[in-house]
């Protein structure tokens, strides 16, 4: 399969509106279960895409990638949020003795979202689309797309 269809200028605002509205939704859940608060629901779009681009890397011969991509890219961003905030609270994830296993096993076994986590990712992920589609421009998007052609060559 060619991964390069999940880079047009059209998926990479889709993917990067669901990233960020997963990433955040998933730091909010984090947030509310540890108590911890102070924490940045910045995403950085470089790293969102290289976290996007080893996905579909390491999907891209599932024969069912389109119909899995949307469950898989939910998980994957809610692993990331779970790591930055382990590396950015580890002092008081610690110090609160913060079980951070339970939680990975349910993003795992796609239990960690809940119907209402769904429904304000329904009504942001619009929100974030926007954002993107204003910051994506054709000359970007072709960049990406450049950058991923070249890593898909080695």
Same mark, same amino acid.
């Given at each position: 399969?060619s991964?390069?269809k999940y ?5 990479i605002?889709?993917?990067?509106s669901?990233?960020?509205t997963?990433y955040q939704?998933?730091?909010g859940?984090?947030?509310?279960l ?11 779009f470089?790293l969102a895409l290289?976290s996007i681009?080893?996905?579909i890397?390491d999907?891209k011969?599932?024969?069912?990638l389109?119909s899995i991509?949307?469950k898989?890219?939910?998980k994957?961003t809610s692993m990331d949020a ?6 950015d609270?580890?002092?008081?994830i610690?110090s609160?003795n &913060? ?10 076994d796609?239990?960690f &979202? ?12 619009k929100l ?6 204003d910051?994506v421009?054709d000359?970007?998007?072709?960049q ?11």
């Open positions: 399969m991964i390069e880079f047009t200028k059209e998926e605002v889709n993917n990067l669901k990233y960020e997963y939704i998933a730091l859940k984090l947030i509310y540890s108590n911890i608060t102070e924490v940045s629901y910045e995403v950085d470089k290289g681009y080893e996905l890397t999907l011969d599932e024969e069912n389109d991509f949307d898989e890219l939910k994957q779970v790591q930055n905030f382990i590396n609270n580890m002092e008081l610690q609160r &913060f079980a951070i296993e339970p939680i990975i096993n349910d993003i795992n796609d239990k &979202f809940n119907e209402d986590m769904k429904e304000v990712f329904k009504e942001n992920v974030h689309f926007q954002k993107y589609n910051f421009t000359d970007l998007a072709n990406i797309k450049s950058a991923v052609e070249e890593l898909t060559q080695k």
